[in-house]
């Protein structure tokens, strides 16, 4: 592939062109940084097991129509840490020169090597990972680093420390946390704003399927204490795009029409279990609606995420720029 130059009208494109989506962008909390309102995650197809080059051509479109923000995290795969050394890789190959205009996220908490130091959230696990993750993206420092996840057994107040010693070592200028239960969440946007490193943002489970964030108030306390929120799996695993409209419930009350080649198929995220007579019937009636308001279904999920009270972001996934595409034209659709 040839040598990369960004695309110079890639901010001009916010103004608004609904053929591309016209990016958008929207204050993270009460911080001074703006976030694209879609944001680019490396969950999934960008991973050892994917096509290098076709994770290339996807990051490169989202920069070039105004996707500044790239969300990874130590396990991404597969295998572990692959999605960051793609993300080196990339930097290496086309987005050093472009270095302060990107806005990049990593995670430790989940998984990442063996023995009891490679998990959860003691500080010798985030300060360890954090390192083998900048090396891994060939980076002096990222964005935003995050608790991935709620650790029972620590005490938060050596989570939340190493945090904020994380940040003020130089290796990451904000800080977030992802999946975190309410009163912890509370507990820790109190405690980082009393070190002056407030909570940037929190990453949860937001769709029109699963409204968890909402529905348990930690939407209500991002807004409170001025924290951004991004959502992840917008899309619910594939469950809110056309992938599914063409099933059926059989005889037996099981569903038929799962195509071979979808996400459900595979099994390993996303469970044909989930896919109930229930979840299919609500799929199709929202489907009915996006056709009413002359969308995808895709389309008007995403949109629906976006005009939620206290969302900033939505992290989308992409295996190709057309699917990229299609996605990114949530940030011009008509409000709810």
């Known amino acids: 592939m040839e040598k990369y130059f960004a695309d110079p009208l890639r901010y001009e494109s916010a103004q608004g062109d609904a053929t591309i989506g016209g990016m958008k962008y929207e204050r993270c909390g009460n911080s001074g940084v703006l976030l694209p309102k879609v944001s680019l995650g490396f969950w999934h197809n960008f991973g050892g097991a994917d096509s290098y080059e076709r994770s290339r051509e996807i990051t ?152 968890a964030p909402q529905e348990e108030g930690i939407l209500d306390l991002c807004c409170e204490w001025g924290v951004g929120f991004i959502s992840f799996s917008p899309l619910a695993q594939g469950l809110l795009t056309d992938r599914y409209l063409n099933c059926s419930i059989g005889e037996d009350g099981t569903i038929v029409g799962i195509p071979d080649d979808s996400r459900m198929s595979k099994g390993k995220f996303l469970k044909q279990s989930m896919l109930t007579s229930e979840i299919l019937e609500r799929i199709k009636d929202y489907n009915e609606q996006a056709l009413q308001r002359g969308e995808s279904l895709a389309e008007m999920a995403l949109a629906w995420i976006l005009h939620q009270k206290g969302v900033t972001s939505v992290l989308v996934g992409a295996s190709s720029t057309e699917q990229l595409q299609k996605n990114m034209r949530c940030v011009n659709a008509a409000p709810f």
Request: proline residues 6%.
């Open 60 to 211: 490169r479109y989202a920069f070039d129509h105004g996707i500044t923000h790239f969300d990874l995290a130590n396990n991404y795969g597969p295998p572990y840490g692959s999605a960051e050394e793609t993300l080196g890789k990339l930097m290496d190959d086309d987005f050093s020169p472009y270095r302060d205009e990107l806005f990049i996220s990593t995670k430790a908490g989940y998984d990442m090597w063996p023995g009891p130091y490679g998990n959860w959230g003691s500080r010798k696990y985030l300060v360890a990972s954090l390192d083998q993750s900048l090396k891994r993206m060939h980076l002096d420092y990222v964005d935003l680093f995050y608790s991935h996840r709620y650790d029972p057994e620590t005490p938060l107040e050596e989570t939340l420390q190493a945090l904020v010693d994380i940040v003020r070592s130089g290796k990451a200028l904000y800080v977030g946390i992802s999946r975190w239960p309410l009163e912890a969440t509370r507990f820790a946007f109190q405690y980082l704003k009393e070190r002056d490193v407030p909570c940037l943002i929190y990453q949860g489970r937001l769709n029109m399927l699963d409204r």
